[in-house]
């Protein structure tokens, strides 16, 4: 067995987030071209620039993982951002070929991995966010429970 | 004779007093009222006015109204219909219900709300310390406070306090609870500021330290009441730890705060705080550390303490001064008088549905599953009031929407049987409640209420008794009106054919009158299905749920889908969503997915937990042999607790 991969190699491993995608294409479904979602590791959220893994919505369809500076909560243009622990990376990272979106859930769970959304929530759902969001267990999580 | 107050609950029901205020025990009514009863633009209705008088007559010795929001542009509004106290033009209303608290012989306190982060409801962002972006989507992106924002906000407090005395009010409160503006600045999850209102705890509580200052300048001689965390339980995300939590007390006790009122946990955190799934009492010890590091504040505490006999106990052993009690009250108005007179089996326990806080969230009034009249206090249809014309009533089924009707209809004075087919009352509900991972014992306080008020108004009930068109025919004339109550079973016709005896019944599963064996496949995963898998999964079976939705937990009330979703997790249980059941056999059953891939469960029980169907046959048979027929709950629709309970009680209130 290889050492395990960094952060970097991890957010970085665009072949196999794509994969993923492409299995996942369902839950996407319904996304509005150029509609995008973040994932930062939480040591990047400190740094200028930090790094974030993008998956968008393609123009003609279909889901791509690309990689982009992290400026700061204001202006990172996406519309759903994960900060994820190093552990809750790791673990999405090693579940991609089985259940990514369940481990997600999983390390959301866990406080390993933390969502923020960007957009209000009516824009969210028209802009066809609410199958993912469900997925995770998230459209009305929390509030007074 | 009822048993005089003084000697049950003696600590609780004592006289106390509070600085200037003679207090006539030692409850208070927290500010659990935000109700979306009011006018869009935070003008009081008569509704709302209503409902006050009710809580006014509850008996708390301090009764803290709603929190009312204080800029006029809304800013700090958190609750689409919320009262505001921004303007002089609100003040007849917040009058009358100082008046309705002081004619009931308590101290009114008027709460201030700023959300902050859970604010501006209206207009399509909200104000923080930092920009610190929402991770609910139910709420607004969220905008930077400049130093003057700040300072106008502390102003619009002072202002609202001003006014809210001038209606007549003894005091007010500021809150920060579940993670409003004052939570805001104290967190350092959402205080990332570098000026003087971020940095240290002294810094980030300097805005809190200056609220205390104004609202105390502009009322002086009226107490001040803050309400603080004593755990954010947002520490894994970057929020306060405890001791940050303290330090922050510590620091408003010294700022001259009158009261300290300690709460637990933001909208957004991770884990439950006031949910059914946390067990009475589990938070207390917030409280006494509280009150162990501030011995000479007075502390309020009540977050999921329902319980009167706890709470005397915890003033005895001084872990806090004062219960603060909220949802309680709203399932039972007359929880107090009860407690005092050692009745608390006729007391309608509040049973953590969160129906309430889940219907403010949807921007609708909020009402209570185990009260009806809740919120329709201000029509007289919902009043139980003697009947014009006395009849015999009969009821079938003992589930809790016929035992909710029989129980308002004898008290209207009709004279009511109740005819059940199982040998005990509760119906369908008893064994779903009796296997509930949350908080049985709560569920099962339904049941044991309707047994107690059942034996107490006189209501006759006939179990082990099916009625039929036989019976009935045994029975003409005797009766005026029948109600059919008689629940929902599932739907077998949703599934394809089973060979004979392949499939059980999730209703017959979950009573016990059927063993599952160990492997179980389940056939359907809303509340029913679920329920049972997570019983018979913790008690050692091998579980697996099927569903041909895309999701699990689709009738489950919003702010319990994700504890059945977390569960499901923890145990472990597979669910296959968005798969059909194709064929049902002895030995399992054959599945196919969405991708159209076919595969075989093995399974020693196959039980259906599909959707459910009302039992409504005796709708025909009994149409021409009684005068009245009507029927109510799942009968008519199949749906829970809460909608079986109100059209029960909204029948019986009609007969
Ligand atoms: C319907 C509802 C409305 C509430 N409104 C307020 C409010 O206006 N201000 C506040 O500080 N807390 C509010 N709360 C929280 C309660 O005051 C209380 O702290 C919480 O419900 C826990 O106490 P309990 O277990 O006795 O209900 C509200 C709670 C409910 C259920
Ligand atoms: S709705 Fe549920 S949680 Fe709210 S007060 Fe009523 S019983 Fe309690």
Known sequence: MGAAPSTHEMLAD?????????????????????????????????????????????????????LRPFTGYKDCGVDILFVAEESGLAAIH???????????????????????????RDQLIDDGWDDFLETLGLAFLGACR | MNKPVE????HLFQKASWGRFALKNRIKYGACCVSNYNEREGRITARELARTEVIAGTGCGIITNQGAYPDPLGEGKAYFRQVALHDDRFLPEFEKIAGYIHDAGGVAIQQILHAGRYGGIDLGYCVQPSVVPQTLPHFRPPRELSREQIHAIVAQHADAARRAVKAGFDGTEITSFMGYLLANFNSKFTNQRSDEYGGSVENRGRFMCELIDAIKQATPGHPLVIRLNGAELMDRVGGNSEDECYELMALAARRGADMISVTVGWQEAPESSIGRDIAPGHWNRLARRAKLMLPDVPIAFGVRLPDPEMADRCIRDGDFDFWEVCRPLLADPELLQKAAEARMAENRRCVGSLNCLSRLFRDLPYTCTMNPALGHEVEPEYAITPAAVKKNVMVIGAGPAGMECAIVARRRGHSVTVYEKGDCIGGNFRSYAGLDLANSDDLMSVVRYYETMAKKLGIELRLGTEVNPKLMRGLLHQFDVAVVAAGARVDRQLLPPCDPGALVDALDAAAGRVQCGHRVVILGAGK??????????SRGHDVTLVEADKRIAG????SFKWRHNAWVEELGIPCLTSTRVTRIAREGVTVLDAKGAERFLAADTVVAAVMRKGNQELFHELEWMIDELHGCGDALVPRGLTQAIHEGYRLGARI
């Open chain 2, 555 to 558: 009738d489950v009330q919003p």
């Open chain 1, 94 to 120: 090693r579940a991609l070929a089985d259940r990514p979106l369940g481990e997600m859930k999983a390390a959301l769970r866990r406080s390993e991995l933390f969502l923020f959304v960007l957009k209000p």
């Open chain 2, 7 to 10: 000697n049950h609950l003696p």
């Open chain 1, 14 to 66: 665009l072949p196999a987030w794509e994969a993923m995608l492409e299995r996942h294409a369902d839950t996407f479904a319904a996304l509005q071209p150029g509609c995008g979602l973040g994932l930062v590791p939480k040591d990047d959220t400190e740094r200028r620039p930090g790094r974030m893994l993008v998956w968008t919505r393609a123009e003609g369809g279909g889901m791509q993982a690309g």
């Open chain 2, 528 to 537: 029913i299905g679920l329920t049972l898998a997570e019983s018979l999964k």
